[in-house]
């Protein structure tokens, strides 16, 4: 009951983390955000991938066929911590911001034969900003604007999975998520000029829906020590709600009487999901050697999602499409244990490392938004005492670069660190 008692208490916590935001981003104002990779700490060392793995003592909700490889009798809490400093720049200008999160909690444990269960709480989306630009309003230079952007929020998923093994080397899994969260933004318009109107505009949004993701794997014997899996997900997308809408504010400054219109003028507008496509294909050689390759297509391009605008002089707030391009991401990596025995302590840490790249999903004015390049670096330090020797520390860091023509770069370093606690709490004890 103690140990049930703490995993409840982390659980706690880390839904109280996930009210601060994890990123300083500008480019999260769009859309639903920054996306987040979604993996464990075992998964950050190789820079995210997993859709081809299979661990029996991680839980790898990346695919959720996995979970039937989770060993028989142990219980699996993991739970991971991040901090991060991005660099942007623009125009020869440079400023640094700093971020500190709870990243996620999840556990597993064998169900039955052949049957794996995970459940956990994981980042969807993050929506953090605040920054301002300011210019002439004409030629004379006798007057300036500024634009104020500043933004809140995310979307985070609590999700239930299952892995099952029907016959030998082929599984299949689902997750059943619940997506909830939101978003506000708002941008406003201050003139120098004392005379002149001040102008904003807030966004808004609350999400509470579901999220389904599927996951199949087969394994191939090529030899009594190297196995090849072939790992397939897919992720259902659907509307999600959301009630977005749009508050638009008019205050005169010299009667200081403020004239407020709600956009659309009933209800809200329905964000979306976009169908998600995964592949992965993973080496294991003795569980020495381990490398895998993933790709994944998210279909952005078939999403709608509001937008404000003035034609003819008559502003509406209505969905739209275009605004969003087909993301693709390809990430190679893996990890190398020399002692897979656990009975020598140097010998015993994994080594891993990935590097990824990914396109835009995002349209800004028109044009391609920022194409993003990353590489981490990982151990799995195994924690080895006098009653457990299965338990593993997950450190690793991580560099990511976005950039786009014209537009913000941002390079961002990252530690991560993840504990997974590997408890062995199904065992039959014997008495002699």
């Known amino acids: 009951m103690k140990k049930i008692f703490i995993a409840v208490l982390m659980v706690a916590n880390t839904m109280l983390a996930y009210a601060q935001s994890g990123t300083n981003s500008p480019y999260s104002q769009y859309g639903l955000g920054v996306l987040s990779d979604q993996t464990s700490g075992f998964n950050r060392g190789?820079?995210?991938?997993?859709?081809?793995?299979r661990e029996h003592n991680q839980v790898n909700f990346l695919n959720p066929a996995s979970y039937s490889a989770l060993d028989s009798l142990t219980f699996i809490f993991d739970a991971g911590v991040s901090g991060q400093i991005t660099n942007f720049e623009e125009k020869g200008k440079k400023k640094n911001a700093r971020n500190a999160d709870f990243e996620y909690v999840v556990a597993g444990f064998r169900f039955a034969r052949h049957l794996g269960?995970?459940?956990?709480?994981?980042?969807?989306t993050n929506v953090g900003y605040s920054y301002s630009n300011t210019d002439y309003v004409s030629k004379m230079k006798t007057a300036t604007f500024t634009n104020n952007y500043n933004g809140s929020g995310g979307i985070h998923e609590v999700y239930l999975g299952v892995g099952w093994e029907p016959f030998k080397g082929f599984s299949l899994g689902v997750n059943g998520g619940y997506l909830w969260g939101g978003y506000s933004k708002t941008v406003t318009n201050d003139y120098s000029e004392s005379?002149?109107?001040?102008?904003?505009?807030?966004?808004?949004?609350?999400v509470r829906n579901y999220k389904l993701d599927f996951g199949l794997q087969y394994t191939a014997k090529l030899s009594s020590k190297d196995h090849l899996t072939l790992g397939l997900t897919y992720s259902l997308g659907h509307k999600i709600g959301g009630n977005a809408t749009c508050q638009v504010i008019m205050k005169n400054s010299q009667t200081n009487v403020s004239d407020t219109t709600n956009y659309p003028k009933s209800g809200g507008l329905d964000l979306e999901l976009p169908h998600i496509f995964g592949a992965g294909l993973a080496l294991n050689h003795d569980n020495k050697w381990k490398?895998?390759?993933?790709?994944?297509m998210q279909r952005w391009s078939k999403v709608s999602y509001p937008e404000y605008s003035e034609i003819n002089d008559a502003p509406a707030y209505t969905l739209k499409n275009g605004l969003f391009k087909d993301r693709h991401k390809v990430t190679v990596g893996g990890e190398y244990c020399p002692d897979i025995s656990g009975k020598r302590f140097w010998k015993s840490i994994r080594y891993r490392a990935g590097v990824s790249y990914s396109t835009p999903y995002l349209k800004i004015n028109g044009a391609d938004g920022p194409k993003e390049i990353s590489a981490s670096f990982g151990f799995g330090i195994p924690i080895i005492n006098g009653y457990n020797n299965r338990s593993i520390l997950n450190i690793s860091a991580q560099w990511v670069r976005e950039n786009a023509k014209n537009l913000i770069t941002e390079n961002t370093f990252r530690i991560n660190i993840g504990l997974t606690f590997n408890e062995r709490w199904f065992a039959k004890w014997k008495i002699e």
């Open 46 to 53: 190789m820079n995210g991938l997993g859709i081809g793995f």
């Open 117 to 124: 269960v995970s459940f956990g709480l994981v980042p969807f």
């Open 195 to 206: 005379s002149a109107n001040t102008l904003s505009k807030s966004y808004s949004a609350d």
């Open 291 to 296: 490398v895998g390759v993933d790709y994944t």
